[in-house]
């Protein structure tokens, strides 16, 4: 695990918190509790195991919002202390975040953040939780004024719904590292917005083609972990961008990566008509949103339009002491998620 402070040049990070004075480097509190929300997401699991496997001694407490969830939870982690808190039931949160050291907070897409985390930073100043690292996922150095409009009207869409939580959570007072993942999940690659058409006709659909760096759901969460089990308080008010360090492919380039993977050509179309016909009803179906079509493709527009922003950085290695996962690899070890249907 490295150490802060050590070999920063290169690492994508940001550091918004100007504070003047004696600021303590360390936290004064010993860690004994942490708390991870969304418990049954793959990057709060791999907290879970990392910091499990790293340190023992530190208690755990999962936060789900299902009991189907809690359960597969326990069976998993059975030290673990698995509890259901809502975001928008504020009694649960003080609950789950009572006696809480370190909490990592992570939410689902299409989230009202504002009323979110207004109730988690209510409910951790109640329960003095010293630290909070709160995964987000912008385009680096984004702003709201730079938001079109038209997604801005969209509600609280991935483009924007982090910027949101950001504000909150920035005016709490809270002590907060944020982690931003600058890229796509590669797990992403496997739901049925990109997969579907592969599995079905070879073909991979994505309108305005752009470069897109990429993170694998476990780095992610191993990163949380060691921001949580650190005891330098120097990651306060830091935004550590991560990305693989590896792939910056555009999407015509990953439809190339994956035909040679599946031995099969995959073609690439990036026509509108086209990712409409495959995806505007169940998109509208799932998001419950009647033109969610056109709104998917207003974000894809405004990623095309900070494709700048995409770099390769090396923050991942930085905190985890090795080398980030590789598209390439992630994918030959779930090529069945792509199999004909």
Known sequence: MA????????MSVE????????????????????????????ISKSAARFISDH???VSLRLLVRREDAREELQRLFPDADVQIADYFHKDSLKAGLSGVDA??????????????????????????????????????GMTLDRVPDFIKRGGNVPSIQHLYARA???????QVTFLNSAAFFMQTMATPL?????????VLVMPHDR????????????????????????????TYHLNNGHDLLSFREFAELLSDVLGEKVTFHDDEERFLAYNSQPLAEFLKIPDAG????????????????????????YLLGRPAKKLRNWLEENVEKFERI
């Open 3 to 10: 150490k802060f402070g050590d070999g920063t040049k290169n």
């Open 15 to 42: 550091n918004t918190r100007r504070e003047t004075g004696d600021v303590p480097e360390k936290f004064t509190r010993p860690l004994k509790l942490i708390a991870l929300f969304g418990g049954s997401n793959e």
């Open 55 to 57: 340190q023992p001694d």
């Open 103 to 140: 909490a990592f907070v992570i939410t689902p897409d299409f989230f009202d953040e504002t009323a979110a985390m207004t109730n988690v930073a209510e409910a951790a100043k109640a329960a003095d939780v010293q630290h909070i690292v709160r995964l987000t996922g912008d385009p680096p």
């Open 168 to 174: 909150v959570l920035e005016g709490s007072g809270l």
């Open 194 to 202: 990109f997969a579907y058409p592969v599995r079905k006709d070879r």
């Open 211 to 238: 470069k897109m760096a990429f993170n694998d759901k476990v780095d992610i969460g191993e990163c949380a972990a060691v921001l949580l089990l650190s005891n330098d308080r120097r990651h306060v008010g830091a």
């Open 294 to 317: 056109d709104l998917i493709l207003e974000m894809i527009k405004f990623e095309k339009a900070n494709e700048h922003a995409w770099r390769r950085s090396d923050t991942v290695q």
